[in-house]
């Protein structure tokens, strides 16, 4: 059973995200980097693009497959988590602190599941 | 065993180079390397012995049963390598005049007229080197379609259904397109309703591979394509799978207007070790101005080189792999228009029974009659044993068979994609069977066994993961 952090929110594709004052933090989910298998290597964007509610942003590969990660809101990358580059398993190790970017100037947002509702999507899924 | 490098010893070695028979040129001495390169200094013999040993640690169908899905590894008869290998072939040079090669000319005029008429297509280009090659080469054709047609600033996207080949999308976008993903239905085939949902004036083509990577024909065929041309689109055919239908049905007759072809893999020629493959295109004739240049023709005079009306421009140096093409046409001339079609349906044969020998344990993806390969789901053993593909696989390393292919396509999880190909005998099957057989009951009563396979190889399981994360790319004289 995936480990789901009761303070977040989730996307149907996975991403967990943080709201801090309009500035949202996105990374993946326990259930995502457990899917994937150990994860080799991570594509982010760059401080300053824009980012599309529903539309890749960055992408993972693990030792199976590369897979996309969505963006569940529309703004603009106001940081993102240098040290995931130089070491992807931090992804697998504490996906929850493992955060990808930090968005700001939010202009869309895509409906989001609270954890009830994520970890009962994750069961749906598994099926 | 040892490297090259291990086995170096300073002074040792061959004198390879004849007497120098020119005046001795000095370089600027800027221009000179400081150090000698490291090469390797070592006798004929031993250099024999290390590749003899290489050739030793390697497995291909020679070695024994490889049903490597999707990539057709079937036997490739040694008189293809006779022929290819005739002095008039391979003593040629690409720029000597054309009424001096017009056997070689014959080769590809001839090897394109055939193929032609297997895939239903009106012309056809040798150029490209390889399948996703030829993809590229045949979006190429609808970029350029829709170009003259005043219509490439909207007609921007690329239908991919995502059973495709991963190679599909990536040459869309390589060649300036944006991927459409449409879903498959519950028989494995393309969703109709998404697809009707999916076009519009934004549709430069779909791309579809049928038999899909699922191994399985999908029967709205004659409709998919319908639907992409009524929208204005073009339709590309992605040969990958032609081993399945061969000389049954035609890719022409199912509404496509361009396709490529694997030599390497449909028309036996070697491969796995990298190629060289060939991947032809072929096209209706409302495209065949745009095909690379250049191309050959046959009048009154003989065979001779042109430059398409509209072409692309070159593709590939020169006419391609030649040589691939020689073992193509050989292939197809010693099986005739009788044994093409009987090669595909043994193909289609042999996965059938390997399947069904197998569905009493295994389950299936989609359980139907499958065409040339088929796809188990290893998720629900997975589930049950704590067992995945990847244990599977690497158990059948341990009886002397190359695994399928593994996790492909992506839309099943834990898939392994079977191909048998029609070169294996009942005999050979049935024994791949028995072994797959009894992993599947290891998994149930001695899993231990698996998680460690392969345990009968020279190298028992890398750590892939380390190695994709600290690949060591070159050998450190430290």
Request: proline share 6%; hydrophobic share 35%.
């Amino acid at each position: 059973m995936a480990n789901i952090d009761e303070l977040l929110k989730y996307s149907k594709t996975h991403e967990w995200v943080k709201d801090e004052d309009g500035v949202i933090t996105i990374g993946l989910s326990d259930f995502a980097q457990e899917e994937l298998g150990d994860i080799v290597f991570i594509n982010l964007p760059m401080e300053g693009d824009e980012v599309v509610a529903g539309e890749a942003f960055a992408d993972v590969e693990s030792v199976k497959a590369v897979s996309d990660v969505y963006s569940p809101v529309t703004g603009v990358v106001e940081a993102i988590n240098e040290e995931l580059m130089d070491n992807p398993a931090l992804v697998n190790e504490a996906p929850y602190d493992a955060w990808f970017v930090k968005v700001s100037e939010v202009t869309d947002t895509e409906d989001l599941l609270d954890a009830d509702a994520y970890a009962e999507f994750c069961e749906s899924e598994k099926e | 065993m040892e490297l090259l490098f291990e086995r170096s010893r300073e002074g040792r070695g061959q004198t390879i180079l004849p007497q120098c028979d020119v005046p001795e040129y000095e370089f600027d001495s800027a221009l000179l390397r400081e150090k000698a390169p490291r090469l390797p200094e070592i006798s004929e013999i031993d250099l024999g012995r290390h590749y003899t040993e290489l050739a030793g640690e390697t497995h291909g169908v020679n070695n024994g049963f490889y049903p490597l899905g999707s990539c057709t590894m079937k036997y490739n008869p040694r008189i293809n390598e006779e022929l290819s290998a005739l002095n008039g072939f391979t003593g040629l040079h690409p720029l000597q005049p054309q009424c001096t090669a017009q056997g070689a000319l014959q080769v590809i005029y001839e090897t394109q007229k055939m193929i032609c008429e297997i895939t239903g297509m009106d012309d056809m280009t040798m150029q490209p080197a390889a399948g996703a090659h030829g993809e590229y080469t045949g979006l190429l054709l609808i970029r350029n379609y829709h170009k003259e047609r005043g219509e490439l600033q909207k007609r921007t996207k690329i239908i991919v259904p995502d059973s495709a080949h991963g190679t599909n999308p990536a040459s869309a976008v390589m060649a300036g397109f944006k991927v459409v993903s449409v879903p498959s239905n519950e028989f494995g085939g393309v969703d109709l309703e998404a697809l009707k949902a999916a076009v519009g004036d934004d549709t430069a083509g779909l791309m579809l591979t049928n038999p899909n990577t699922l191994g399985l024909f999908d029967p709205n065929i004659l409709e998919i394509t319908k639907i992409i041309h009524d929208a204005g689109g073009l339709c590309y055919y992605d040969g990958a799978n032609l081993n399945a239908v061969m000389g049954h049905a035609r890719p022409g007759d199912m509404g496509f207007d361009c396709v490529h072809v694997n030599l390497h893999k449909t028309f036996s020629t070697p491969h796995g070790g990298g190629g060289p493959g060939a991947g032809p295109v072929g096209c209706k004739a409302f495209l065949k101005d745009y095909l690379p240049s250049p191309q050959v023709k046959k009048d009154e005079n003989g065979y001779s080189l042109f430059v398409p009306e509209k072409t692309m421009g070159k593709v590939r140096d020169f006419y391609g792999n030649f040589l691939v093409v020689v073992r193509a046409y050989a292939y197809i001339l010693t099986l005739g228009k009788e044994g093409i079609p009987e090669a595909s349906a043994n193909a289609v044969l042999n996965a059938n029974y390997m399947m069904n020998k197998l569905k009493g344990s295994y389950t299936i993806a989609y359980d139907t009659q499958c065409m040339h390969e088929f796809v188990m789901d290893i998720g629900p053993l997975k589930s049950e044993t704590g067992i995945s593909a990847m244990d599977v696989a690497k158990r059948l390393l341990d009886c002397g068979i190359h695994p399928p292919t593994m996790y492909f396509p992506l839309i099943v999880h834990e898939a392994l994609m079977i191909e048998p190909t029609e070169t294996e005998s009942k005999e050979t099957l049935d024994k791949a069977c028995e072994f797959f057989l009894n992993i599947y009951k290891e998994a149930k009563e001695n899993p231990e066994v698996l998680h460690s396979a392969p345990n009968n190889c020279t190298i028992g399981r890398p750590d892939d993961v380390l190695a994709a994360r600290n690949p060591v790319l070159k050998y450190s004289f430290e």
